[in-house]
C-alpha cells in the first residue's frame, strides 16, 4: 500500500494527514501514487467534519518527483501523457478542495515533488529542508513544475531554479515565498498543528468560499478582482454562518458555527 491516511479529532472538528509512505523509492510520484493521492484528496472531502488536509511523507526526502522508470522509451506515449495528465489533476484539485490543503515538508522536494508543495495552500519546513527542479540536468525540463513555481515565486528566482537545477534551503524558500514557515525539525509537527488548529476554530463554510474566491481572483485583472470580490462579501453576508460570526463578535460570546451553505432565514 502506497499511502495510508490518518484521521484524527482536533478540537471540533477532524484533520486528514495523507503521509507519502514509499521512502524506498524516495516517495516518487508513480502512476500509482498518484492515482492514490487523488483518491486520498477527495475522500469524504465534503463532510463537514473534514477541515484541514495535511501531506507529509516517510523518510529523509519528501518528494523526489515523477518515477523516471515510467517515463523511459520501454512505455509508450500514451502512458507518459496519463502519468502527466493525473499529475496535473492532482495539483489543481489542491486548489479546488474546500479545505486548506498543508505541506509538512521535512526533506527534500525536487521536481513534481517541489511542485506539490508549491500547489499546496499553506506549506511549513523543517530547517534542513530543501527545494529544487533538476529535471534539466537529465535533458528532461521541469515544464509542469514551473506552472506551480511561477505562480509561488518570483519569476527571475523560479528561472534560475528551473535553468539551473540547484536547489533552494529552507530559508531561501521562505524568503521567497515558497513555503510559509520554516522550523527546527523537532518543531515541525507542533507548528503544523497549530495552523490546522486555527483553520478547525473557524466555519468550514466560510473557509470554503474564501479559499475558492482567492485562487478565482488571482488570475483576474484589478477591476473585475474587486467586482467579484465585493459580491462574494455581499453573497458571505447571507451564509448562516456570516451572520452567526457577526452576531457572537456583537455579543461578545464565541459563535457556535454550522459549517453549512445555508442562507440565514
Same mark, same amino acid.
Given at each position: 500500500m502506497t499511502f495510508f491516511i490518518v484521521t484524527l479529532v482536533?478540537?471540533?472538528?477532524?484533520?486528514?494527514?495523507?503521509?507519502?509512505?514509499?521512502?524506498?523509492?524516495?516517495?516518487?510520484?508513480?502512476?500509482?501514487?498518484?492515482?492514490?493521492?487523488?483518491?486520498d484528496l477527495l475522500h469524504d472531502v465534503k463532510s463537514k467534519d473534514l477541515r484541514v488536509i495535511i501531506i507529509s511523507a516517510e523518510g529523509p526526502v519528501f518528494c523526489s518527483g515523477h518515477d523516471l522508470k515510467e517515463l523511459s522509451s520501454e512505455d509508450d506515449v500514451k502512458h507518459h501523457s496519463q502519468v502527466f495528465e493525473i499529475c496535473a489533476e492532482v495539483m489543481t484539485l489542491i486548489q479546488k478542495l474546500p479545505v486548506p490543503v498543508i505541506a509538512k515538508v521535512n526533506g527534500l522536494a525536487t521536481a513534481a515533488g517541489c511542485q506539490l508543495v508549491a500547489s499546496c495552500d499553506i506549506a511549513v519546513a523543517s530547517e534542513k529542508s530543501q527545494f529544487a527542479t533538476p529535471g534539466v540536468n537529465i535533458g528532461l525540463f521541469c515544464s509542469t513544475p514551473a506552472v506551480a513555481l511561477g505562480r509561488s515565486l518570483p519569476r527571475k528566482v523560479a528561472l534560475e531554479m528551473l535553468f539551473t537545477g540547484e536547489p533552494l534551503s529552507a530559508q531561501e524558500a521562505l524568503m521567497h515565498g515558497l513555503v510559509s514557515k520554516v522550523v527546527p525539525e523537532d518543531k515541525l509537527e507542533e507548528e503544523?498543528?497549530?495552523? $490546522? +488548529?486555527?483553520?478547525? #476554530?473557524?466555519?468550514?463554510?466560510?473557509?470554503?468560499?474564501?479559499?475558492?474566491?482567492?485562487?478565482?481572483q488571482m488570475t483576474?485583472?484589478?477591476?473585475?478582482?474587486?467586482?467579484?470580490?465585493?459580491?462574494?462579501?455581499?453573497?458571505?453576508?447571507?451564509?448562516?454562518?456570516?451572520?452567526?460570526?457577526?452576531?457572537?463578535?456583537?455579543?461578545?460570546?464565541?459563535?457556535?458555527? $454550522? +459549517?453549512?451553505?445555508? #442562507?440565514?432565514?
Open positions: 482536533v478540537f471540533n472538528g477532524f484533520y486528514r494527514n495523507i503521509i507519502l509512505n514509499n521512502p524506498r523509492k524516495r516517495n516518487a510520484l508513480s502512476l500509482s501514487m498518484l492515482q492514490s493521492l487523488r483518491e503544523t498543528m497549530k495552523i $490546522s +488548529h486555527k483553520i478547525c #476554530e473557524s466555519s468550514k463554510s466560510v473557509l470554503a468560499l474564501g479559499k475558492a474566491t482567492f485562487y478565482r483576474q485583472d484589478l477591476d473585475t478582482a474587486y467586482r467579484m470580490t465585493t459580491q462574494v462579501m455581499v453573497d458571505n453576508l447571507t451564509l448562516r454562518d456570516g451572520q452567526e460570526g457577526i452576531e457572537a463578535f456583537i455579543q461578545k460570546r464565541k459563535p457556535v458555527w $454550522s +459549517h453549512s451553505q445555508d #442562507e440565514k432565514k
